[in-house]
């Protein structure tokens, strides 16, 4: 670390406004601490930038407020904070600066691929900067995702926030700052000469859960997320019709009025298509007669852990919901933000938990022991009793007895231990799953981060590719799998996978050993 050997006026007044802030209840949420030291150089050699042409380096922000947001693209309350941080940037587009710091935790986000993926994904606007072996973090200080560094107009680092900011207090917080500066007289406002990435133009953009329509001709129902819609497709992955307008919003009403923010899963129902809509913290109901969009459960704001006891479904905010499943009048939830299950009782409007105290970890027992760690895919098994979950960040599968509502662990370690390691279920690894199905008596999963499809043998307790993993391309074009996100079965010769990354849904067909495009 660089320590600055004097203290500018600015830092002063810095340090009068955190008192103030604090005696007014307008703190940061999260740990922090002020700091004095000059903030280390990010524009490195070999490093690459995204949203700018060229790299920025940290002497040339002087004069504006900079916020550093040390991110990874795969952790959830990473995702949170970026709508947090473009309101601010919208409020403040000439005095505050806000650069994002990728600091990888898993193989695959060390990619820039997958980096500018998730620049897609998002909706980044702000300047990226992708630090693989994460020098940036360490010269910074930083020990936990998320963590905000605010570093001055004088260019010294004032203060590190680890988690999540509470997005009000944040505000008030940054606008004392930004009025601070101005009155030291410390500002010189510019406009950053941003090139934003240019999105995918297509009929889907990265799209997360897909999902069978019951009923006597095959349908599918797919969650086009980046065009904030769900997608009624016929069995041959053609467009029957689509709910939402594609504003990303939070509107109940007709189909083509509703809108969505980001929907990831769904389940459908002989009378609904019920949606998770990430980017509300909601559950959503779309009538299969009539089209029209409801809310059910959420209101746009982020959510505390669910409570034990069931409350009613009006008053309950969600955190970042990512899939569905329905038995009966319960509609279960993976409530990643907040690394716990949900259920929402149809029948009496309630919402409770139904495992995980809130910890992110990966632990297992009764519901307020076991822990979860950003579950984000969901599958019943066929008779009802079980409860499969993908639990992305400890790149896991977990399994829910709905008998008594124990979570176990089938196959992961930790929040720390992935890889693509086959074999019996205490030594196979996987990196970053978000999709599975239950195919008979195996489980299959989109390995997200290892960009395949992996099988878990139930009854042998193994890990293996999928049908031995020796499949062919039959594409005019073929092009690899990148990070898919849903797994459905169609039939023991079909398999369905939502390739997100290349924004299509791929036909397997075992007997055939093929596979191919079937909706894009």
């Given at each position: 670390?660089?320590?600055?050997?004097?203290?500018?006026?600015?830092?002063?007044?810095f340090?009068?406004?955190?008192?103030?802030?604090?005696?007014?209840?307008?703190?940061?949420?999260?740990?922090?601490?002020?700091?004095?030291?000059?903030?280390?150089?990010?524009?490195?050699?070999?490093?690459?930038?995204?949203?700018?042409?060229?790299?920025?380096?940290?002497?040339?922000?002087r004069?504006?407020?900079?916020?550093?947001?040390?991110?990874?693209?795969?952790?959830?309350?990473?995702?949170?904070?970026?709508?947090?941080?473009?309101?601010?940037?919208?409020?403040?587009?000439?005095?505050?600066?806000?650069?994002?710091?990728?600091?990888?935790?898993?193989?695959?986000?060390?990619?820039?691929?997958?980096?500018?993926?998730?620049?897609?994904?998002?909706?980044?606007?702000?300047?990226?900067?992708?630090?693989?072996?994460?020098?940036?973090w360490?010269?910074?200080?930083?020990?936990?995702?998320?963590?905000?560094?605010?570093?001055?107009?004088?260019?010294?680092?004032?203060?590190?926030?680890?988690?999540?900011?509470?997005?009000?207090?944040?505000?008030?917080?940054?606008?004392?700052?930004?009025?601070?500066?101005?009155?030291?007289?410390?500002?010189?406002?510019?406009?950053?000469?941003?090139?934003?990435e240019?999105q995918?133009?297509?009929?889907?953009?990265?799209?997360?859960?897909?999902?069978?329509?019951?009923?006597?001709?095959?349908?599918?129902?797919?969650?086009?997320?980046?065009?904030?819609?769900?997608?009624?497709?016929?069995?041959?992955?053609?467009?029957l019709?689509?709910?939402?307008?594609?504003?990303?919003?939070?509107?109940?009403?007709?189909?083509?009025?509703?809108?969505?923010?980001?929907p990831?899963?769904?389940?459908?129902?002989?009378?609904?298509?019920?949606?998770?809509?990430?980017?509300?913290?909601?559950?959503?109901?779309?009538?299969?007669?009539t089209?029209?969009?409801?809310?059910?459960?959420?209101?746009?704001?982020?959510?505390?852990?669910?409570?034990?006891?069931?409350?009613?479904?009006?008053?309950?905010?969600?955190?970042?919901?990512?899939?569905?499943?329905?038995?009966?009048?319960?509609?279960?939830?993976?409530?990643?933000?907040?690394?716990?299950?949900?259920?929402?009782?149809?029948?009496?409007?309630?919402?409770?938990?139904?495992?995980?105290?809130?910890?992110?970890?990966?632990r297992?027992?009764?519901?307020?022991?076991?822990?979860?760690?950003?579950?984000?895919?969901?599958?019943?098994?066929s008779?009802?009793?079980?409860?499969?979950?993908?639990?992305?960040?400890?790149?896991a599968?977990?399994?829910?007895?709905l008998?008594?509502?124990?979570?176990?662990?089938?196959?992961?370690?930790?929040?720390?231990?992935?890889?693509?390691?086959?074999?019996?279920?205490?030594?196979?690894?996987?990196?970053?799953?978000?999709?599975?199905?239950?195919?008979?008596?195996?489980?299959?999963?989109?390995?997200?981060?290892?960009?395949?499809?992996?099988?878990?043998?139930?009854?042998?307790?193994?890990?293996?590719?999928?049908?031995?993993?020796?499949?062919?391309?039959?594409?005019?074009?073929?092009?690899?799998?990148?990070?898919?996100?849903?797994?459905?079965?169609?039939?023991?010769?079909?398999?369905?996978?939502?390739?997100?990354?290349?924004?299509?849904?791929?036909?397997?067909?075992?007997?055939?050993?093929?596979?191919?495009?079937?909706?894009?």
């Amino acid at each position: 670390m660089h320590k600055s050997t004097m203290r500018s006026p600015f830092a002063r007044l810095f340090r009068v406004s955190l008192t103030l802030l604090a005696a007014l209840g307008i703190g940061f949420i999260g740990e922090s601490h002020a700091a004095d030291e000059a903030a280390p150089e990010i524009a490195r050699p070999g490093l690459q930038w995204f949203n700018v042409a060229q790299p920025l380096p940290i002497a040339s922000l002087r004069g504006r407020l900079v916020i550093l947001d040390f991110w990874t693209e795969g952790c959830i309350n990473c995702i949170h904070i970026i709508p947090i941080l473009r309101a601010i940037e919208q409020k403040f587009p000439e005095r505050v600066v806000v650069i994002g710091v990728h600091s990888p935790k898993f193989a695959e986000e060390k990619s820039a691929a997958s980096v500018q993926d998730a620049i897609g994904r998002y909706e980044i606007r702000h300047p990226i900067v992708h630090d693989p072996k994460m020098s940036i973090w360490h010269d910074y200080g930083v020990q936990a995702w998320p963590t905000l560094v605010i570093v001055g107009p004088d260019g010294n680092i004032l203060t590190r926030v680890a988690g999540e900011p509470d997005p009000e207090r944040f505000d008030k917080a940054i606008s004392q700052l930004v009025e601070r500066a101005g009155e030291a007289g410390a500002l010189k406002p510019a406009k950053l000469d941003l090139q934003p990435e240019e999105q995918p133009k297509g009929r889907f953009l990265f799209p997360g859960k897909l999902k069978a329509v019951p009923g006597k001709d095959p349908q599918w129902a797919l969650a086009d997320s980046g065009h904030n819609q769900i997608v009624l497709l016929d069995d041959a992955g053609k467009d029957l019709r689509r709910f939402g307008s594609g504003i990303a919003g939070f509107k109940d009403g007709t189909s083509d009025a509703a809108t969505f923010n980001h929907p990831q899963g769904l389940v459908v129902a002989d009378d609904a298509i019920f949606v998770a809509d990430t980017g509300n913290h909601a559950i959503r109901r779309i009538d299969r007669t009539t089209g029209a969009v409801t809310t059910l459960a959420g209101d746009r704001k982020r959510g505390a852990t669910l409570p034990e006891a069931a409350q009613p479904a009006a008053s309950i905010a969600l955190a970042s919901p990512w899939d569905l499943e329905k038995k009966a009048d319960a509609l279960f939830f993976a409530n990643a933000g907040t690394h716990q299950i949900g259920v929402l009782d149809l029948a009496r409007h309630t919402v409770a938990r139904l495992a995980g105290s809130g910890a992110e970890d990966l632990r297992t027992g009764l519901p307020g022991a076991a822990a979860f760690a950003q579950p984000s895919g969901l599958s019943l098994s066929s008779d009802g009793a079980t409860l499969y979950v993908a639990d992305a960040e400890s790149s896991a599968i977990r399994a829910i007895a709905l008998a008594d509502d124990k979570t176990q662990t089938l196959v992961g370690a930790g929040l720390f231990d992935f890889g693509k390691t086959d074999g019996a279920f205490v030594i196979a690894r996987l990196q970053h799953p978000l999709g599975l199905a239950v195919d008979g008596e195996n489980l299959l999963v989109a390995d997200t981060y290892n960009s395949r499809i992996r099988t878990l043998d139930l009854k042998r307790h193994v890990v293996a590719e999928f049908d031995g993993g020796k499949y062919t391309c039959v594409d005019p074009v073929c092009i690899p799998t990148r990070e898919p996100a849903g797994i459905a079965v169609a039939s023991s010769d079909r398999i369905l996978l939502v390739d997100t990354g290349n924004h299509r849904v791929e036909e397997y067909r075992p007997s055939l050993k093929t596979f191919h495009t079937w909706a894009r």
